[in-house]
């Protein structure tokens, strides 16, 4: 970054100037919702324009101005470039503004006034506090737990969300999640990585299976490779930032960025076939890792606990949740296990299954019933096929790699003809109702598993609703009503509904939109159902 390094003398010798004449400026670094595309809020990142030296990083000058007093000048300078541009943001009405970290050394933290100088900063130019959020690192700890934890409530009693910066760095992780009570966990992948090598890839598991555990967001930082990111993704951590998405911005930069708009592009998919080898599968940064989340069919990975026949969910790719075919993300199958719901009788068919494969080492294959749920599609019961391997043991403990496919149209066919028809009915069925999810900045519309059935609609509609209204699934004298209120929804309405004709033979439909909005309240879904009015029809 900088054209030439600055002694530790020449630092000294120009600060003074520097503050006068305001040569630091702050850099902004999105940070991303990965599953969404959505910017969540940006890192405030000082810079050094040096008139002579030029752009200086700020791993060169930090540790000086820590050792000779000057942080607490700087981070104070630097939260006054934030407000400043957090001040003009809100005045030119710009739409889209989202929270902005910034970095508190631990010295900062020692410096009595700091925080009531912070706030004196704040109200000049009346920033709400929530769109501020501070970074603690976890080195801050040094001198004692307890300084920082009184810190960090002081900062909660005043409304900052906290995070904890750069974790998994020093040896006292565990203990400082214990005390300290931080709102969100930051991750550096390339300290992980640089550390230890192969064995990254499971020490990030495990700290983002942590903090899962105990409820914290997890941003994930120096993410430099689509692997890297997917396998985040996959492993049930949405947060980004790093050079993938975008390095730091200059503030005009940033600025174009949000006004450009909320969605992150697309991330591109890597292109790569090789055979699997399963002591590879948890390091981020080999070709297993991108087989599994790119090529192969529907696949996650369990863990299996054979002492209380527990199962939890590690990993899943892409494919796996579009075989469930329920709009799920990996965080619902991860987190929440709402893929994995079964009545005793299909509970039993799949354990045994994984005692099988235990046994024989092989591919053992079963197909359960479950039922789903998800915030799109409501509730649904589907079949599904698992063919399961064993890629890893420990005591008691097993590591079960399965691949599934949704069998339930194959399934509710061979029914049909059977006496137990009734038996495999979803609740849908009974009360007749369509779903679906509308994406707001896409304009993308994926209907549920029924919808597509029943009304032989693909798997995405884009540019929603204008082929439902050239199709006839809207009537004509509908489509301007159905128009105002996608419109309605772009702009933020929480709650539509009406009872609306549907297909050509006007059959009455009562339709409802919930939305749903994203981190910072703006609007990035809604989920839309069709009732049929029963009343209506003769
Ligand atoms: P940090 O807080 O951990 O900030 C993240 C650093 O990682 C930034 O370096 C950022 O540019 C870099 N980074 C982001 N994405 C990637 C990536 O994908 N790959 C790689 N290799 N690097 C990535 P930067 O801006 O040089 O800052 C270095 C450190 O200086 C920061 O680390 C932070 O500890 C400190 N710092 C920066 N600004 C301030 C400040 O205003 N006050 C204080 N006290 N410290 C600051
Ligand atoms: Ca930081
Ligand atoms: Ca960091």
Redesign the pocket.
């Known amino acids: ?1 900088n054209r030439y390094f600055m002694n530790k003398n020449e630092i000294l010798n120009s600060v003074e100037q520097a503050f006068k004449e305001k040569h630091f400026c ?2 902004y ?1 999105p940070q991303f919702n990965h599953s969404n595309g959505r910017i969540v809020g940006a ?5 050094w324009i040096h008139p002579e030296y030029g752009m200086q ?3 060169d000058f ?1 540790p000086v ?2 050792a000779n007093g000057y ?1 607490t000048r ?2 104070l300078y ?1 939260f006054e470039e934030i407000c400043i541009f957090l001040n003009k943001c809100i005045r030119d009405n710009i739409k889209n503004i989202v929270p902005i970290s ?4 631990r ?2 933290i020692y410096f009595a006034s700091f925080i009531d100088e912070m706030e004196n900063i704040r109200k000049k130019y009346d920033i709400p506090v929530k769109l501020l959020r501070v ?1 603690i ?1 976890e080195s801050a700890v040094i001198g004692g737990n307890e300084y920082l934890a009184n810190t960090v409530e002081r900062f909660h009693s005043l409304g900052y969300i906290v995070e904890m ?2 974790f998994g760095s020093g040896y006292s992780s565990l203990n400082v999640l214990k005390d300290i009570k931080v709102d969100i966990i ?1 991750l ?3 300290f992980l990585r640089g550390e230890i090598g192969g064995r990254g890839g499971i020490i990030i598991s495990s700290m983002v299976r942590m903090a899962n555990w105990l409820g914290t967001p997890v941003i994930i ?4 490779t689509t692997e890297q990111a997917d396998y985040m993704k996959s492993i049930g951590c949405d947060y980004i ?4 998405y975008s ?2 911005l200059s503030e005009s930069d940033y600025l174009k960025l949000l006004l450009e708009g909320r969605t992150g592009q697309a991330m591109p998919h890597m292109n790569f076939t090789e055979n699997i080898d399963a002591g590879k599968f948890w390091d981020p940064n080999t070709i297993e890792t991108v087989i599994f989340n790119n090529f192969v069919s529907a696949a996650a990975v369990f863990s299996f606990k054979s002492k209380n026949n527990s199962i939890e969910m590690l990993r899943v790719n892409d494919k796996y949740l579009a075989e469930l075919a329920m709009n799920m993300t990996q965080k619902d199958v991860i987190k929440k296990h709402d893929d994995l719901i079964f009545d005793d009788e299909n509970r039993k068919i799949y354990i045994d299954t994984i005692y099988k494969a235990i046994a024989s080492g092989k591919e053992e294959e079963c197909d359960t019933w479950r039922t789903v749920y998800s915030a799109c599609c409501g509730e649904d019961t589907v079949c599904i096929r698992s063919s399961m391997r064993v890629i890893g043991r420990a005591e008691n403990e097993y590591l079960i790699y399965v691949m599934i496919r949704n069998v339930t149209i194959e399934k509710k066919a061979y029914t049909a003809l059977s006496a137990s028809e009734k038996k495999f009915r979803t609740a849908g069925e009974h009360a007749n109702i369509f779903c679906w999810e509308y994406e707001v900045d896409t304009k993308k519309m994926y209907p549920c598993a029924r919808c597509m059935r029943e009304l032989g609609l693909p798997p995405v509609i884009e540019n929603y609703p204008e082929p439902l209204i050239e199709n006839g699934l809207f009537p004509a004298e509908y489509a301007d009503f159905y128009r105002d209120w996608m419109r309605q929804i772009d702009e933020g309405a929480e709650h539509l509904e009406a009872v609306i004709p549907l297909t050509d033979d006007r059959i009455p439909f009562h339709v409802r939109y919930t939305a749903e909005f994203d981190e910072n309240g703006y609007p990035y879904k809604a989920y839309g159902s069709a009732t049929l009015v029963v009343d209506d029809i003769k």
Not at 221 to 224: A, C, K, L, R, Y
Not at 241 to 244: E, N, P, V
């Open positions: 970054m702050a850099y670094q890192e405030a990142l000082v810079r990083s700020p791993g930090i101005f820590e942080i700087l981070d630097v910034f970095n508190v050394s010295y900062d970074e690192t910066d750069d930051k550096d992948m390339i930082e120096g993410v430099e930032q790093g050079y993938l390095r730091p």
